[in-house]
Nanobody
Framework: QLQASGGGLVQAGSSLRLSCAASGFAFSSVAMAWFRQAPEKGREFVASISWTGGSTYYADSVKGRFTISRDNANDTVYLQMNNLKPEDTAVYYC?????????????WGQGTQVTVSS
């Protein structure tokens, strides 16, 4: 099970940190990813992190502004979002695996809403 939290309504230029708490599986052995879905758009890859945390990968649209990290001792993955833009407005989902595409075979969190006002 994945439980995402930390979303909210912020102004452009602000920061937010999303958290995703995992349970029920060997979190420390699994790569993790964040995706987002804006209204009337498909689910879009944001960032991924290897099971050790030593390797990360970002979508071009967030590179340099977002940072993915994980705490294997607490079974949690984070997404630090800085310099937020209105186009970052979306529901953010955490997922197991490092693939950059949507797959129903992965575990998904319930999503947390991020709204960035201009």
């Amino acid at each position: 099970q994945l439980q995402a939290s930390g979303g909210g309504l912020v102004q452009a230029g602000s920061s937010l940190r999303l958290s995703c708490a995992a349970s029920g599986f060997a979190f420390s052995s699994v790569a993790m990813a964040w995706f987002r879905q804006a209204p009337e758009k498909g689910r879009e890859f944001v960032a991924s992190i290897s099971w050790t945390g030593g390797s990360t990968y970002y979508a071009d649209s967030v590179k340099g502004r977002f940072t993915i990290s994980r705490d294997n001792a607490n079974d949690t993955v984070y997404l630090q979002m800085n310099n937020l833009k209105p186009e970052d407005t979306a529901v953010y989902y955490c997922a197991t695996g490092a693939q950059t595409y949507y797959s129903s075979s992965r575990q998904w969190g319930q999503g947390t809403q991020v709204t960035v006002s201009s």
